[in-house]
């Protein structure tokens, strides 16, 4: 089997660091050649009751060993039933366990079908679904927003070209998997931490615009936003599709742009690019797509997409928000058990820096 792809990865609660993680993983669905993974992580609490904290859906794909083409027929299908000789007491938990969980692959498979019905399908050329006429008016009150009075204090909406990062790597043999080509982890981590890092600057957007009352003093400034730090807390994946694979000794670059916002969230996208050294100017030789979620209480509420490219990003990260959520109280309710390290919450001033 190969990954290809993983989908809707939420956060539900808080992980607490001092106690284990339980992992879980059972099929939801199943094809000819293809099958549907959940992934439940889990801890227990004081009392000893399961909860959980992270879920994610896996596309895995079974290939031939020799030609790495997908395999017919190769998958059976699957069955709710339990056939073992378990005690009439285990057998019920084993019977409630399937029972949840087929609620739970069924409720996934609605998302997943409104997924597809509003999808562009950016990661496989021509959109299949652009932007209708009430989308194109909403990014035109996008662009009106960003520009303000100057003789007012508002700050205006940030552009995604001012959250568009880059960084680029040579991939190394000790990254490969079982195939000789790249562990799909090696992307998942460069990924996320490039979005995490844009995700961390655009939650502190309003800190990054002069105050007001900033005149060059210090003592002035130091209770203004600007002295905040803030950091966006990761709460998911909308997806990570593997399209092609990257090979050992490939020029990679990742780009992550923040492509959709609302006061609570905001979604990133990472392309990754296998580039040619010898013709820098050349397109990419291979590419792939994720999508991350962040959490925040103080997002700018928007942020401006320029290039037609830009527009497809954020009207279909904008699409999924409103299908797969998450809704504000969620993300409250997530972020209300998170405690952070002083540095990391805002504790410091630029004033004690300075002085330091």
Do not use: W
């Amino acid at each position: 089997f190969v990954t290809a792809g993983h989908y809707y990865s939420r956060k539900i609660h808080s992980t607490e660091l001092s106690k284990d993680i339980i992992l879980r993983c059972y099929p939801t669905l199943t094809g000819r050649s293809s099958m549907e993974i959940r992934t439940d992580a889990l801890q227990e609490d004081d009392s000893g009751t399961e909860k959980l904290i992270n879920v994610c859906f896996t596309s895995m794909v079974a290939v031939d060993k020799q030609t790495l083409r997908p395999v017919k027929d190769a998958i059976p299908k699957l069955s709710t039933h339990n056939d073992s000789n378990h005690s009439n007491e285990d057998e019920r938990r084993e019977q409630e366990r399937l029972r949840m969980r087929t609620e739970m692959a069924e409720k996934h498979t609605q998302i997943r079908k409104k997924r597809f019905a509003t999808s562009m399908l950016l990661r496989n050329g021509p959109s299949s679904s652009p932007p209708i006429q009430e989308e194109m008016a909403a990014i035109h009150l996008l662009h009106q927003g960003s520009i303000v009075d100057s003789n007012t204090n508002d700050i205006p909406l940030p552009h995604v070209r001012q959250y568009t990062y880059r960084s680029s790597e040579i991939v190394y043999p000790e990254k490969r998997n079982v195939h000789g080509k790249l562990f799909g982890g090696f992307v998942m981590e460069n990924g996320h931490t490039l979005a995490q890092y844009a995700a961390d600057f655009y939650l502190n957007h309003a800190n990054q615009q002069k105050p007001s009352n900033f005149d060059g003093d210090l003592d002035v400034a130091k209770d203004s936003k600007s002295t905040r730090q803030l950091r966006a807390i990761p709460l998911g994946l909308d997806e990570a599709i593997f399209l092609q694979p990257i090979s050992i000794g490939d020029h990679v670059t990742f780009t992550a742009r923040v492509v959709h916002s609302t006061p609570r969230t905001c979604r990133v996208v990472v392309i990754v690019e296998v580039r040619n050294p010898s013709n820098r100017s050349s397109a990419p030789l291979r590419s792939n797509r994720l999508l991350f979620l962040f959490g925040g209480n103080d997002f700018p509420n928007g942020i401006v997409p320029n290039g037609y490219d830009e527009i497809l990003m954020h009207v279909d990260a904008k699409r999924r928000a409103a299908v797969e959520g998450p809704l504000d109280e969620e993300v409250d309710g997530i972020l209300s058990q998170i405690k952070l390290f002083p540095q990391l919450n805002g504790k410091k001033n630029i004033v004690r820096d300075f002085r330091e």
